[in-house]
């Protein structure tokens, strides 16, 4: 598994690999709609109309060697400043993927750290997935 952000006009950011030892936990993938629910006059029951703003959390935790601790923390520092970045997130799992475009990053929090090893849990806002294009080959 592998998670992929990219903030609105920004470079490409690896949040975690696992083929690089960047180890993913996937805690939260979910979506859920706005309904409206309107009374009828001497209706037996209520109108429901799906407002189609779907949305929903993907959270994750992602655990990284470094260097030293200095490195530990200037990292967990870039990541902190992110917060409130929109963009694109990207999960990819072997040859599927899951794509959010519009994605806000809403939480960065430090979850565990071991020495030099520590553990980033990411909070993402998204919306609808989008159909992951699909590479030539």
């Given at each position: 598994?592998?998670?992929?952000?990219?903030?609105?006009?920004?470079?490409?950011?690896?949040?975690?690999?696992?083929?690089?030892?960047?180890?993913?936990?996937?805690?939260?993938?979910?979506?859920?709609?706005?309904?409206?629910?309107?009374?009828?006059?001497?209706?037996?029951?209520?109108?429901?109309?799906?407002?189609?703003?779907?949305?929903?959390?993907?959270?994750?935790?992602?655990?990284?060697a470094h260097a030293?601790?200095?490195?530990?923390?200037?990292?967990?520092?870039?990541?902190?400043?992110?917060?409130?970045?929109?963009?694109?997130?990207?999960?990819?799992?072997?040859?599927?993927?899951?794509?959010?475009?519009?994605?806000?990053?809403?939480?960065?929090?430090?979850?565990?750290?071991?020495?030099?090893?520590?553990?980033?849990?990411?909070?993402?806002?998204?919306?609808?997935?989008?159909?992951?294009?699909?590479?030539?080959?």
């Amino acid at each position: 598994m592998r998670a992929i952000w990219t903030p609105a006009g920004g470079d490409e950011v690896t949040l975690g690999d696992d083929a690089a030892r960047a180890a993913l936990e996937l805690e939260a993938l979910g979506a859920q709609a706005v309904e409206q629910v309107t009374e009828l006059f001497r209706g037996a029951s209520p109108a429901r109309f799906p407002r189609g703003n779907a949305r929903g959390p993907v959270v994750f935790t992602a655990g990284m060697a470094h260097a030293d601790l200095d490195a530990a923390a200037a990292y967990y520092r870039e990541m902190a400043r992110r917060v409130n970045e929109r963009g694109q997130l990207r999960l990819e799992f072997g040859w599927e993927a899951l794509v959010w475009e519009g994605a806000l990053l809403m939480a960065v929090e430090s979850v565990d750290r071991l020495g030099v090893y520590w553990r980033l849990r990411y909070r993402f806002s998204v919306g609808v997935v989008e159909p992951a294009p699909r590479e030539e080959v």
